[in-house]
């Protein structure tokens, strides 16, 4: 069976699913419960510094998207970092730590943005002999507006500045959590390899209103009548977050630096595409919130029979295997051509993907074929864009069948050229190069 032991950045795990920082890690009791369940490692809820905890709302702190089916798809929360002390916090670590030293512990921190203030908590941190600490430059909402959190991982020179703290004062190994509040990730990545950082965590939560009650006219989730924006996380931010895993990963300024991948993490299948684009491991947050720590299980067992399946023995047989096939849009091969195929046996004939194409896209598909309901595709008109792949209710029931070089696309009336050809190239292209650019090396 397939090894799935993780070693990030020389943390060493039974598996690569820890728990994000969160209300599931925020106490040894949720730890201790989650890592019986079999979860690798945790985040500890951020801590804050010495001196008064902060003050959570005491009225509803989520607001929720769903699926027609009722299936939690986004999640958004208005919760700061811990409300226990931090010398409570620190024990616990340090007692959970010694109870199951196979796991990963680490510590998340957030404190103003100050040396003396990382100076002062770091050795309290490394004292409990946890594996490492994360840097919550992330939170979008509270912790903001005192100068912390986002206010921190949206200024690059910062986070840059604080890693070099970090690495100064503490032997402990630094993840950088980053925030997705900002318009290229590229830039705090960069700013937090400078600083020395051993790796990149990300996503945080996505400013966001999930609802706006339209009687009491109070954004989601309402305290008394008023809301505030929140924080969105799970399965609808996955997409966000596989992409900026992958921006960081082929960045060549940052290309090599170990990632964390976290973002609507659900099933196996989700960790798999995160691995796949660069993630050393990742982090789970909602899907335990909405389906409890045994989710795990699933997730383990899942990764390992794909493993199987595919022959991959180790993790590093598939971290960063999806990276190389991740381009620009102008490499993208102008040669390839697909036509949709519906197959007649599964189609229920609800008409969906005649409306989507007749409608919106090319007016290539047929509803009634000798006074008959019928969908089938013209291929004269079919662009291959797929959205009656993605609108029809059946899953399977339309294919893109890409057409073999040499064929004749009916809709170009050309034939299929066997070449790769890209935008660079298209005489179309004011700024074409004549000279065939290098086909980026796809992955085996
Ligand atoms: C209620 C709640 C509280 C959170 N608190 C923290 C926190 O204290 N520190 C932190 O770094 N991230 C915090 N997060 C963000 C998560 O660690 C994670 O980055 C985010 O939820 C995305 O992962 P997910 O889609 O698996 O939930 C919190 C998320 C939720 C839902
Ligand atoms: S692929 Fe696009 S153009 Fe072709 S049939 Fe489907 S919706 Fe229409
Ligand atoms: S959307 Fe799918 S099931 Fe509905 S008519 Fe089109 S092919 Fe058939």
């Not at 060549?252 to 995160?274: N, Q």
Request: proline share 7%; aromatic share 6%; with cysteine.
């Amino acid at each position: 069976m397939a090894d799935i032991r993780n070693n990030f950045i020389g943390i060493k795990s039974p598996n690569p699913f820890w728990l994000a920082s969160a209300p599931p890690t925020d106490k040894a009791y949720n730890v201790i419960r989650a890592f019986q369940a079999g979860w690798g490692g945790v985040v500890w809820k951020t801590l804050g510094e010495e001196g008064p905890p902060v003050v959570n709302v005491n009225g509803p702190r989520y607001g929720a998207i769903w699926g027609a089916d009722r299936r939690l798809l986004g999640l958004n929360n208005i919760e700061l970092i811990t409300d226990r002390q931090l010398q409570v916090n620190l024990q616990e670590m340090k007692q959970v730590k010694k109870q199951f030293p196979d796991r990963a512990i680490i510590a998340s921190i957030m404190v103003p943005c100050e040396e003396q203030a990382w100076k002062a908590i770091l050795p309290l941190v490394e004292e409990t002999e946890v594996d490492g600490i994360e840097l919550n430059f992330g939170c979008p909402h509270g912790m903001s507006e005192r100068g912390m959190g986002a206010a921190v991982g949206q200024v690059p020179e910062y986070i840059e500045m604080v890693v070099r703290w970090c690495k100064q004062y503490s032997r402990m190994p630094v993840i950088t959590k980053l925030t997705p509040n900002i318009t290229d990730i590229r830039k705090p990545a960069r700013a937090a390899h400078a600083g020395g950082t051993d790796a990149v965590s990300l996503i945080n939560t996505i400013s966001s209103i999930t609802a706006v009650n339209l009687d009491t006219f109070s954004p989601e989730p309402s305290i008394d009548g008023r809301g505030s924006h929140g924080g969105y996380c799970g399965p609808a931010v996955k997409p966000i977050a596989l992409n900026m895993v992958a921006e960081i990963a082929r960045d060549p300024e940052t290309r090599g630096l170990p990632i964390s991948g976290i973002g609507g993490v659900t099933t196996w299948r989700d960790a798999a595409e995160f691995l796949v684009l660069g993630a050393g491991n990742v982090q789970v947050c909602t899907a335990a919130m909405t389906y409890g720590f045994k989710i795990v299980q699933e997730m383990i067992e899942g990764l390992k029979s794909w493993m199987d399946e595919k022959g991959h023995a180790t993790l590093d047989d598939v971290i960063g295997r999806a990276t190389p096939n991740v381009t620009d849009w102008q490499y993208l091969n102008l040669n390839y051509v697909t036509k949709a195929h519906i197959n007649q046996d599964l189609c229920i004939k609800c008409g969906r993907c005649h409306i989507a194409c007749e409608d919106t896209s090319h007016q290539a598909i047929t509803n009634i074929v000798d006074g008959l309901r019928h969908f089938e595709v013209i291929e004269e008109e079919c662009v291959g864009c797929n959205l009656c792949v993605n609108v029809c209710p059946v899953e399977g029931c339309i294919d893109m069948v890409p057409l073999a070089a040499g064929q004749l696309d009916k809709r170009t009336e050309k034939v299929v050229q066997p070449t790769y050809a890209n935008w660079t190239q298209h005489p179309n292209n004011p700024m074409h190069k004549p000279a065939p650019v290098q086909v980026p090396e796809p992955a085996e």
